[in-house]
């Protein structure tokens, strides 16, 4: 069972980005999937997470209104849809399965994690 990332790049401030995160060697819909972030010198950040049976999803407060998560479950990959970046959001982001989504947060405690994408995002 594997997550792998791609789309990550180089972009400048208020550009867009999309990450696609394939799943392969199991159903999508039988796992919830998150979108972490990890930036130079900083620990780890959940970003977004989506219940993918029903598609609702958990964002972090910094990336509400700009981030939006999807997923296709007959394609097995979920979207993370990147508007009015900021040099803020530069990091390597990572796709996790099997995340625990709550009202206000979404942890990775036993998730598995790809390989990571990096976003850089300049002024």
Do not use: H
């Amino acid at each position: 069972m594997q997550v792998e990332e791609s789309g990550g790049g180089s972009v400048q401030a208020g550009g867009s980005l999309r990450l696609s995160c394939a799943a392969s060697g199991f159903n999508l819909d039988d796992y919830y999937i998150g979108w972490f972030r990890q930036a130079p010198g900083k620990e780890r950040e959940a970003v977004s997470c989506i219940r993918t049976n029903d598609g609702s999803a958990y964002y972090a407060d910094s990336v509400k209104g700009r981030f939006t998560v999807s997923s296709d479950n007959a394609k097995s990959e979920v979207y993370l849809q990147m508007n009015s970046l900021k040099p803020e959001d530069t990091a390597v982001y990572y796709c996790v399965r099997d995340v625990a989504i709550e009202d206000s947060d979404c942890s990775a405690d036993y998730g598995s994690w790809g390989q990571g994408t990096q976003v850089t995002v300049s002024s």
